[in-house]
């Protein structure tokens, strides 16, 4: 990584005469708030030397152009959700917070979609659509802290992403400051489009390193009004995980398909203070979610769905109500009931691999001195492996993560799979992206973030060092 010069006390005074001296931190025990963001290992913490607050793009606009200028870094911080170490200034420089930009601008319900700015929560985006007997389908797990914007620079998958797609999908337009300090829009409210390339795609998941959004116009759907949630239990995890190819073939077309193993149902039970959940000490959970636009359809799709968990040696198909759902949300800060110190791993397979894949990783798990807990969007492809470090040394836990990695990421290449699903990158992946990501396609990514950003002002140290 390239040096970078510091923050002078000028450079300061630029920062608060362009948003004013209240939007510029930087007293040491507000900056350390932002020395990490979901990341609980201290060893990766890094300090910026200060935090902006910005209220519109012509603000950032210009603080990008005075990073070009005196060269200092800029990473840009959502809610500080990510779990790549994404939003860690690991270079130091300026974080720039985006809470200001929280307006919902627009929907038009004729037209189907919603704009807003990048610091609008993902909730609040959803709610405001709902309220227009609307879906945006964007749905991470982290919907309640989580910022719009952040979610186009992870390109943020979720709960709904089997039907629906990951956030790439629900994307019509974006405007964007560029990383030498221009405003632009990328991509338009159409249809189709074969107009040049597609900018706004290649933007949705740079994680911050090719232009910081600002506004977003985002697709709705109507709302389904009608739904069911199954909670199917099962104690064999090669059971449970051959259902999904049946479920997927049968034309349900399910909304969401998610799989907690034991370990994960026991935990979540606990962080949730729920004692009564089903099947507590043995259970491996599979909940599947359902939406449709008549109430016909609900019964003879309810009605598959239960033979089909039945006969693939289901011991218990229910209702998944709130507690089931809760639990499955709270599946990663349940972990710090086990743990200060865990690691979250995301990794994707091709859908028809996941079964085998989520098996293979069990087994490699077992070879190590550590938990491991896996959860999934079977669905999709996409699994979460969380390590817990749990009596072991600095030297034994890096040590054995970094051998596990090293099996489980060749695993996952060796089946057509890749490093990341939802979580990106980041500061976290960066070694393993260079190691692992064909040398042509690494090459390409590269040219585009040196002819973007030739200063390597935004986000740098994230995805790969150039």
């Known amino acids: 990584?390239?040096?970078?010069?510091?923050?002078?006390?000028?450079?300061?005074?630029?920062?608060?005469?362009i948003v004013g001296d209240k939007y510029v931190k930087t007293d040491h025990d507000i900056l350390m708030q932002y020395q990490t963001d979901y990341e609980s290992?201290?060893?990766?913490?890094?300090?910026p030397e200060a935090a902006v607050h910005p209220a519109g793009p012509e603000e950032i606009a210009?603080?990008?152009?005075?990073?070009?200028?005196?060269?200092?870094p800029i990473t840009v911080r959502g809610g500080g959700t990510s779990l790549a170490d994404g939003a860690i200034?690991?270079?130091?420089?300026?974080?720039?917070?985006?809470?200001?930009?929280?307006?919902?601008?627009?929907?038009?319900?004729?037209?189907?979609?919603?704009?807003?700015?990048a610091g609008v929560r993902t909730i609040d985006l959803q709610n405001e659509a709902k309220k227009r007997g609307f879906l945006y389908a964007g749905d991470p797990s982290s919907s309640e802290s989580s910022l719009i914007g952040g979610n186009m620079a992870t390109n943020a998958g979720g709960l709904k992403a089997v039907r629906y797609g990951v956030t790439r999908n629900q994307v019509y337009s974006?405007?964007?400051?560029?990383?030498?300090?221009?405003?632009?829009?990328?991509?338009?409210?159409?249809?189709?489009?074969?107009?040049?390339?597609?900018?706004?795609?290649?933007?949705?998941?740079?994680?911050?390193?090719?232009g910081i959004?600002?506004?977003?116009?985002?697709?709705?759907?109507?709302?389904?009004?009608?739904?069911?949630?199954?909670?199917?239990?099962?104690?064999?995890p090669v059971q449970a995980l051959g259902m999904v190819p049946k479920l997927l073939k049968a034309g349900i077309n399910p909304t969401s398909l998610e799989y907690m193993d034991n370990s994960y149902v026991r935990g979540t039970a606990d962080y949730c203070k729920y004692n009564d959940v089903p099947h507590y000490e043995d259970g491996i959970y599979v909940i599947i979610t359902v939406e449709t636009y008549t109430e016909d359809e609900v019964d003879t799709k309810m009605e598959t769905v239960s033979e089909i968990c039945e006969e693939s040696g289901a011991v218990d198909v229910l209702e998944a109500d709130d507690r089931i759902w809760n639990m499955r949300r709270n599946c990663?800060?349940?972990?710090?009931?086990?743990?200060?110190v865990f690691l979250t791993d995301d990794v994707v397979v091709p859908v028809n691999r996941i079964g085998k894949a989520i098996q293979t990783v069990m087994e490699i798990g077992e070879k190590y001195p550590f938990e491991v807990k896996i959860n999934a969007h079977i669905g999709d492809g996409n699994m979460h492996i969380v390590l817990c470090k749990v009596n072991l040394?600095?030297?034994?836990?890096?040590?054995?993560?970094?051998?596990?990695?090293?099996?489980?990421?060749?695993?996952?290449?060796?089946?057509?799979?890749?490093?990341?699903?939802?979580?990106?990158?980041?500061?976290?992946k960066l070694k393993y992206m260079e190691e692992f990501t064909p040398k042509g396609e690494l090459a390409i990514m590269k040219t585009i973030k040196r002819a973007m950003d030739p200063k390597d002002i935004l986000n740098p140290g994230k995805v790969f060092d150039i």
């Open 332 to 340: 990663q800060t349940s972990v710090e009931l086990i743990s200060s």
């Open 89 to 117: 200034p690991v270079c130091g420089g300026v974080v720039l917070c985006m809470e200001r930009l929280n307006k919902i601008l627009e929907v038009d319900e004729e037209g189907m979609y919603l704009t807003a700015e």
């Open 393 to 428: 040394t600095e030297e034994e836990w890096e040590r054995n993560v970094e051998a596990f990695h090293q099996e489980v990421y060749r695993y996952a290449y060796s089946v057509g799979g890749r490093l990341a699903g939802e979580h990106g990158i980041g500061a976290k």
């Open 213 to 236: 959004v600002t506004k977003v116009t985002v697709k709705l759907v109507p709302l389904p009004p009608y739904r069911f949630d199954i909670l199917a239990v099962y104690t064999d």
């Open 41 to 47: 290992n201290p060893r990766y913490f890094h300090m």
């Open 174 to 210: 974006l405007e964007i400051v560029t990383p030498t300090g221009d405003i632009t829009t990328v991509g338009a409210n159409l249809k189709k489009c074969t107009t040049g390339y597609c900018l706004d795609q290649l933007i949705i998941g740079s994680e911050g390193t090719l």
């Open 1 to 17: 990584m390239r040096t970078y010069k510091p923050v002078t006390s000028e450079v300061i005074a630029k920062l608060k005469a």
């Open 62 to 72: 210009a603080i990008v152009k005075l990073a070009n200028e005196f060269e200092f």
